[in-house]
Structure formats: C-alpha cells, structure tokens
C-alpha cells in the first residue's frame, strides 16, 4: 500500500505542488487525500510513474524501503541462482534476458554480487519476463507465483491522436463510454510502467503495423535507435515511427513502408520544434 504522507513530504521537498500531481494524473485535487482516507486507489502502476517524478523508488513508496534515495540499492540481494533456474525453464538465452531489462551481454553471467549494479526497475522487468515476482529474485518470499490478484488486467485508454503536453486523459477524442476505447493489459506488466494505447491511422507502418491496428505504449522521454515509438512533432497530434539517432543528436522517423520516405530533424530541431517522444512501442495488437 503507498504511503500518502511520504508522496507530500516528498513533493514539498522536490518543489511540486500536489495538484500538479493530481493533474499529470488526470484526478482531482484532493486525490491524495481520498486515497490516505481509502476511498479511492492508487495502483502500482501510478505508483511507479510517481516515484520517478520524485526521484526515489516505488519501494519507498510502499514502505518496503526506508531509503529514499534512487542511487541506492533499494532491494534485498538480487539471488542469481533463481534468475537462472527461472531462465532454464523459461528456455531463455542470457542474453534475451539481459537485452529485455536492459543491460550489456555478459552482465548476468555467474552473477553472485550484491546486486547493486541492478536497479529496481530492472528487477521487476525480469520478474515480469520470468514470470515470478521480483520478491522471490530478491528473497522477500520463498514462492515464484505470480498473485491471482496480479494477473487481473488493468485497463488502459485508447486514443486516435494524442496530443503532445496534454495529459492522456483530457484528450477531447477519449470517450470513455465507448468500450472500443479500452484495452486490457495484466496488472503485473502494468507495475513497469505508465501505459496507453493508440489507434494507428493510414499505412505508412504497412505491413508489420495496418490501419486500425492498436499499439501498446510505455511512457517514457527517450527510445534507443532502431526502436517503435509514438513520437509528437511541433505540439501537433503525435505519429508511431521507428526512431533513428545519428551521432550528432539528429532524430530519423522511418516508416516501415518504403513508400514513404523518412523525415529528419537535426539535435537544434529535435530541442526547438520540439519533436518530443511520448513512449515506446511495447506490443501490437491486430485488428480485424
């Protein structure tokens, strides 16, 4: 359960009023106090958006941790012996792995230290690639299960356009009602992340991506190149493109069908348009 009263201190000391809180989540200005009264909730996955805005950790948040500094380690010993046979059973490569939380190949290889090099964030994406939890990685509990109340799906808001600055849930195109304007995904990819799903209009992305098709999106300010992202250009509604960067800060958007040349803009452009990145592709879901 997250602590309501670490999220204020926390806010007052990084200089955020609450309500803009409130307001990069879409809820009123008395959110936190309904949730520290128990009438409203606050699930993992705001959690996690929350803990990187104050610049600490989803484990300070929730009490696990009395450390709120994101420098330090924040979890027990990472136990390597049970990423490994977790690994083994999963018939993943090392190296998979070590690609999916985002880290050199060879890192993990008869990894026995503290853990220190491995970050909160890092270990719940493993677990959720494992199919564990990161308490049974790092020895908060002796049982690999994933919790039944972990696999019920969280739902997210599908947009046909979304508009760069604006919070995802007060973009006029969003009808709530509308059951097409929902997907599902698990609650336990949910902790990784603060998610949203777009509606891809035209071809450009043919034939991996077709019109109508809905892609998953991780919030997030920066891809690595040659990844799928939701990319928003000059604070006009936003365009799903793989992202290219040269070696002087210079941003490619490449469509997937050669029909359609790819657009570039220099380091000065990327920072003065601005061409901002809204989030990372994380699946596709195909429509008929």
Request: hydrophobic share 35%; proline share 6%; net charge negative.
């Amino acid at each position: 359960m997250v602590n309501v009263d670490k999220i204020k201190a926390l806010a007052k000391e990084k200089g955020f009023k609450l309500g803009k809180l409130c307001e990069l989540l879409g809820e009123d200005q008395n959110y936190f106090n309904k949730v520290k009264l128990g009438l409203r909730r606050i699930d993992d996955n705001r959690i996690v958006y929350l803990a990187d805005k104050l610049d600490t950790t989803f484990a300070y948040l929730t009490d696990v941790s009395d450390n709120p500094s994101p420098t330090q380690r924040q979890t027990p010993m990472f136990i390597y012996k049970r990423y490994n046979e977790r690994r083994i059973a999963k018939h993943m490569t090392p190296n998979y792995v070590e690609d999916y939380i985002g880290v050199p190949h060879g890192f993990l290889d008869d990894f026995a230290g503290p853990g220190g090099d491995l970050t909160e964030a890092q270990i719940i994406k493993m677990a959720i690639l494992l199919d564990t939890t990161p308490q049974y990685l790092t020895g908060l509990s002796d049982d690999p299960r994933i919790p039944s109340d972990d696999r019920t799906g969280v739902r997210i808001g599908v947009f046909g356009d979304v508009a760069a600055g604006i919070p995802i849930k007060q973009i006029d195109n969003f009808d709530p009602e509308d059951p097409d304007s929902w997907e599902e995904i698990d609650r336990w990819t949910a902790k990784s992340g603060l998610y949203f799903a777009l509606k891809i209009k035209g071809d450009s992305m043919s034939p991996r991506i077709l019109d109508g098709d809905v892609v998953i999106v991780r919030k997030t300010p920066m891809v690595e190149s040659g990844q799928l992202a939701v990319v928003a250009i000059n604070g006009d509604t936003a365009t799903c493109k793989k992202v290219l960067w040269d070696e002087s800060g210079g941003m490619f958007l490449v469509s997937l069908n050669p029909a359609y040349p790819p657009r570039y803009f220099s380091a000065e452009e990327v920072r003065t348009k601005p061409v901002t990145i809204l989030g990372k592709v994380e699946e596709l879901r195909g429509k008929v």
